[in-house]
C-alpha cells in the first residue's frame, strides 16, 4: 500500500520569501500525486498534480512542484509567498495500477504561517 | 461553473443518533468520494460511488453507508453515532473514475 510523509508539521516563512513544502512517498511504481490546500474550517482545493510527462509542475496561485523519482519525493515550491497563502497543505498520492480503489492517500499536512 | 456543494454546514448530534449528509457534485461528474477527516487522524477515505453504485469503501465500520441517486449527488449515513465520529466529513467528485478529485467544503459534525 502507498503512503506519504510529510516531515514538517508546521513552517513559518516571512512575507515575500520562498517556500518549499516538502512531500515523500512511498509505492512501488509511479504514482499520482497531487497538493492540496485547505483554509480553516474549509474544503480542500486541488492545487496541482502529476500524471506522467515532465517533472516541474505547475499550478494556481503561482506554486510549482518537482517529482523526483529518485528521492521518492514530490515537494512544493513558491518563489514569493503572500500573506493570504497561511493555510494548511497537504500532499497526496494516487496508485496508478489500482483503479479498482480510486481513493487519494493523504500525508498528514503542513501548516504554513506567513509573517508580515 | 458550481464547485461540490455539502449540507448541512454543521450538524451536531448526540451519541447513537444517526446522521445523514448530503453531497452534489460538479455538473457533469458521475463519480462522488467520502473522505473522514478527524483530529489527530487525517484525512482518511470512505467510500467511492460511481454511476450509482458502490465501487469501494475504507477501512470503516458498515454503520457508515451511503448512496448515490440518478443526478449522481450523494448521501452519507452514520448510524450509531458515536463521539469518535466527530469530524470534518468531506465529499469530492471527479469527471470519471480518477484521483483528480474536486472537494467540497465538509460538513463538520459533533456528537455529543
Known amino acids: 500500500a502507498q503512503s506519504v510523509t510529510q516531515p514538517d508539521i508546521h513552517i513559518t516563512v516571512s512575507e515575500g520569501a520562498s517556500l518549499e513544502l516538502r512531500c515523500n512517498y512511498s509505492y512501488g511504481a509511479t504514482p499520482y500525486l497531487f497538493w492540496y490546500v485547505q483554509s480553516p474550517g474549509q474544503g480542500l482545493q486541488l492545487l496541482l498534480k502529476y500524471f506522467s510527462g515532465d517533472t516541474l509542475v505547475q499550478g494556481i496561485k503561482g506554486f510549482e512542484a518537482e517529482f523526483k523519482r529518485s528521492q521518492s519525493s514530490f515537494n512544493l515550491r513558491k518563489p514569493s509567498v503572500h500573506w493570504s497563502d497561511a493555510a494548511e497543505y497537504f500532499c497526496?498520492?494516487?496508485?496508478?495500477?489500482?483503479?479498482?480503489?480510486?481513493?487519494?492517500?493523504f500525508g498528514s499536512g503542513t501548516r504554513l504561517q506567513v509573517q508580515p | 461553473e458550481a464547485g461540490v456543494t455539502q449540507s448541512p454546514t454543521h450538524l451536531i448530534k448526540t451519541r447513537g443518533q444517526q446522521a445523514t449528509l448530503r453531497c452534489s457534485p460538479i455538473?457533469?461528474?458521475?463519480?462522488v468520494y467520502w473522505y473522514q477527516q478527524a483530529l489527530g487522524l487525517g484525512l482518511q477515505f470512505l467510500l467511492w460511488y460511481d454511476e450509482g453504485e458502490e465501487r469501494n469503501r475504507g477501512n470503516f465500520p458498515p454503520r457508515f453507508s451511503g448512496r448515490q441517486f440518478p443526478n449522481y449527488s450523494s448521501e452519507l449515513n452514520v448510524n450509531a453515532l458515536e463521539l469518535e465520529d466527530s469530524a470534518l466529513y468531506l465529499c469530492?467528485?471527479?469527471?470519471?473514475?480518477?484521483?483528480?478529485?474536486?472537494f467540497g467544503p465538509g460538513t463538520r459534525l459533533t456528537v455529543t
Open positions: 455538473s457533469g461528474h458521475t463519480s
Open positions: 469530492a467528485s471527479s469527471l470519471r473514475p480518477t484521483y483528480e478529485q474536486y
Open positions: 497526496a498520492v494516487g496508485a496508478q495500477g489500482d483503479t479498482g480503489r480510486r481513493a487519494l492517500t
